[in-house]
């Protein structure tokens, strides 16, 4: 694991807590090989996957917040 996908999974988490879901509903937090990006998968099928792309200089509380939004757009809260 390299540390961009474990701060994306701390974030993850941290983030559904504050939307007032379960961190359960992620299925796979995943960077590809040789990738600049994660993927957030859910258990729900309907639910689309997130890529996150890794911050050219933006501090983690601006990732926090961008992870946040799409959490909150993929679920309609």
Known sequence: MTQFE???????????AEIGRDESEI????????ADYCVISFNDPDIKPIEVSKPLGAGESQEQDE???ALQYRFGT
Do not use: K, T, W
């Open 6 to 16: 474990d701060r994306i999974r701390r974030m993850a988490r941290e983030a559904m």
């Open 27 to 34: 299925s796979d937090i995943v960077e590809p090989p040789g």
């Open 67 to 69: 992870l946040r939004r």
